[in-house]
T-cell receptor, first 115, second 113 residues
Framework: DAMVIQNPRYQVTQFGKPVTLSCSQT?????MYWYQQKSSQAPKLLFH???????NEADTPDNFQSRRPNTSFCFLDIRSPGLGDAAMYLC??????????????FGAGSRLTVL | GENVEQHPSTLSVQEGDSAVIKCTYS??????FPWYKQELGKRPQLIID?????GEKKDQRIAVTLNKTAKHFSLHITETQPEDSAVYFC????????????FGSGTRLSIRP
């Protein structure tokens, strides 16, 4: 089945120790997103790619970086995680484009714990 | 940039009654308004969406209305059932290559038996 797969599902790291979260998709969607969701809050957009074009939100900390080496994969790098970065990280995809195909398909999420 | 406000933050209704959740948006260029439902411990799932060329859309017990002039849109759930208990998020977006989708703050809906 076509889907969005995130790894790992659970990540525990120490304060300041870099982590990388991965997302892969078999939908051949043009757009890939990274959202941060803290408990009882809305998903907060960190950045997204339309194909290879990178779009960073103005309030996304520099501590967060992203890579999209090909259509299928996207990575979230957190260079020096702080306690405040503990959250669920949701990857999503959409077809994108002028036809307005903006329906998001979410992965199951990667829950990050920072000790 | 776009800002989406959502009210109320929590809503409790008797099973069988209706529930209404309201959102406002700031960017007049926004033309696509989806609603997502997130059950506890699960990923958000699209339940209904509306595009700016229509004022209302229905899907069984769920309906969404849009007022472009006032920049607000609402989710209506009729004949609520226990499985409707979840957090609901509205969102706004534009038809563009950037395809940026911004969520409202969410409404926790509880259905009382």
């Amino acid at each position: 089945d076509a889907m969005v797969i995130q790894n790992p599902r659970y990540q525990v790291t120490q304060f300041g120790k870099p982590v990388t979260l991965s997302c892969s998709q078999t939908l051949n969607h043009n757009v890939m997103y990274w959202y941060q969701q803290k408990s009882s809050q809305a998903p907060k957009l960190l950045f997204h790619y339309y194909d290879k074009d990178f779009n960073n939100e103005a309030d996304t900390p520099d501590n967060f970086q992203s890579r999209r080496p090909n259509t299928s994969f996207c990575f979230l790098d957190i260079r020096s995680p702080g306690l405040g970065d503990a959250a669920m990280y949701l990857c999503a995809t959409s077809r994108g484009g002028q036809t307005g195909a903006n329906v998001l398909t979410f992965g199951a999420g990667s829950r990050l714990t920072v000790l | 940039g776009e800002n989406v406000e959502q009210h109320p933050s929590t809503l409790s209704v008797q099973e069988g009654d209706s529930a209404v959740i309201k959102c406002t948006y700031s960017d007049s260029a926004s033309n696509y308004f989806p609603w997502y439902k997130q059950e506890l411990g699960k990923r958000p799932q699209l339940i209904i969406d509306i595009r700016s060329n229509v004022g209302e859309k229905k899907d069984q017990r769920i309906a969404v209305t849009l007022n472009k002039t006032a920049k607000h849109f609402s989710l209506h759930i009729t004949e609520t059932q226990p499985e409707d208990s979840a957090v609901y998020f509205c969102a706004a977006s534009t038809y563009s290559s950037a395809s940026k989708i911004i969520f409202g703050s969410g409404t926790r809906l509880s259905i009382r038996p």
